[in-house]
């Protein structure tokens, strides 16, 4: 069975960082791309940034670009986002999600983690 | 970027009924769509994907079509479990992007 295990939110003050871990089981982790989905309270759901499986290439957001960083390790299963210079506007749940398979026409979450909170207010 | 637009935003339907949601993209994607539905504190759950083929599990009264930039969700016999918020996704180029979702509501 799939399971997404997102860790690591909490309440953190504007400018500070956060890191966003997704502990993966169920599926070949190392051959999976893996994409971070957000959404704020009571809003739709934003894209956020993909690791690609077999490119290695990560694609983010303009909205995070230069502020997070998407990275994995295959040996413990894990997919991270590091979330520097946090903003209010950064303030939703943030999903993990594994694709259906790895080139066009795949990029389809389809297993989802039940997400971690992300607060940002001083 | 490639920008989805659903509509309706909000429709007020009755069980039994046959519901259709639009979602225009701006520019061509060929079929690389997807539709999600969500439920309040739920995670998205993927219903089709290359805008017409069922996920594994989900009920045949869910069906997609769809190309280019014009596609289509429909839910043939509307029931009480399929009361959620669906959205689009464009999986033909990054930035990937959602739709703003269209929420069912029961009449």
């Known amino acids: 069975e799939v399971q997404l295990l997102e860790s690591g939110g909490d309440l953190v003050q504007p400018g500070g960082s956060l890191r966003l871990s997704c502990a993966a089981s169920g599926f070949t982790f190392s051959s999976s791309a893996m994409s971070w989905v957000r959404q704020a309270p009571g809003k739709g759901l934003e894209w956020v940034s993909t690791f690609s499986a077999t490119t290695s290439n990560t694609y983010y957001a303009d909205s995070v670009k230069g502020r997070f960083t998407v990275s994995r390790d295959n040996s413990k299963n894990t997919l991270c986002l590091q979330m520097n210079s946090l903003r209010a506007e950064d303030t939703a749940v943030y999903y993990c999600?594994?694709?259906?398979?790895?080139?066009?026409?795949?990029?389809?979450?389809?297993?989802w983690g039940q997400g971690t909170l992300v607060t940002v207010s001083s | 970027d490639i920008q989805l637009t659903q509509s309706p935003s909000f429709l007020s339907a009755s069980v039994g009924d046959r519901v259709t949601i639009t979602c225009r993209a701006s520019?061509?994607?060929?079929?690389?769509l997807a539709w999600y539905q969500q439920t309040p504190e739920k995670a998205p759950k993927l219903l089709i994907y290359a805008a017409s083929t069922l996920q594994s599990g989900v009920p045949s009264r869910f069906s997609g079509s769809g190309s280019g930039t014009e596609f289509t969700l429909t839910i043939s016999s509307l029931q009480p479990e399929d009361f959620a918020t669906y959205y689009c996704?464009?999986?033909?180029?990054?930035?990937?992007?959602f739709g703003a979702g269209t929420k069912v509501e029961i009449k």
């Open positions: 996704q464009q999986v033909n180029s990054y930035p990937l992007t």
């Open positions: 999600a594994k694709h259906r398979g790895n080139s066009v026409g795949y990029r389809e979450g389809d297993y």
């Open positions: 520019q061509g994607i060929s079929s690389y």
